[in-house]
Structures are given as structure tokens and as C-alpha cells.
């Protein structure tokens, strides 16, 4: 083989090496382009489920609270008309006992 073929042959070789690191490198900044984007996406998506996560919770808890409310005062309401029930016996009872003692001291 002559010089100028070996040489020839040199400078090709050399050409398709650019070419093919060229090619490497484009698809090595295409693919991170592709990653950035699907990360962005992928972020965004978490977000949003985050966000949707957290509205769920706090519904869920909302109505947990109503729920504990409206038992509490269910069980209040009871309370009270036990008191109340028992506030009006003894109030029988407690003038009984107001007229005995007037009584007392009327006679005394």
C-alpha cells in the first residue's frame, strides 16, 4: 500500500471517529435532555399527588372532627337531660323539705 493510501485511509478513520463520538455525544445530551424532562414530569406528578394526598387526609380528618363533634354534643344533650331530670325531682323534694322547716318554725 502506498503513503498517500495509508494516509488517505488514516484521515477516514479518523473522520468516522468524529463523526461516530459526534454522534455519541448528541445522543448522550439527547437522552439527559430526555431525563431532565421526564425528572421535571416525574416532580410535577409527585406534587400533584402529594397535594392530592394531603387535600384526602385533610377531608378525612374534617370529617372525623364532625363526626367527634356531633357525638360530643349527642352525649352532652344526654347529660343534660339526666341532670335536668334529676334537677326537677329534687326540686319536689327540696320545697317538701322548705315546708317542714317553715312549718317547724311556725310551730315552734
Known amino acids: ?56 387526609t385533610l377531608r378525612s380528618a374534617e370529617n372525623e372532627l364532625a363526626s367527634q363533634k356531633q357525638q360530643t354534643i349527642e352525649q352532652g344533650k344526654k347529660e343534660a337531660e339526666t341532670i335536668a331530670k334529676n334537677a326537677k325531682a329534687k326540686v319536689d323534694q327540696a320545697v317538701e323539705n322548705l315546708i317542714k322547716e317553715f312549718e317547724r318554725a311556725i310551730h315552734a
Not at 14 to 35: L, T, Y
Request: glycine share 2%; hydrophobic share 40%; no cysteine.
Open 1 to 56: 500500500m502506498a503513503k498517500d493510501d495509508i494516509l488517505s485511509e488514516i484521515k477516514q478513520a479518523e473522520a468516522n471517529a468524529r463523526d461516530v463520538v459526534g454522534s455519541a455525544i448528541k445522543e448522550k445530551n439527547d437522552r439527559i435532555s430526555k431525563a431532565r424532562v421526564e425528572a421535571r414530569e416525574i416532580v410535577k406528578q409527585a406534587e400533584v399527588d402529594a397535594h392530592k394526598s394531603a387535600q384526602s
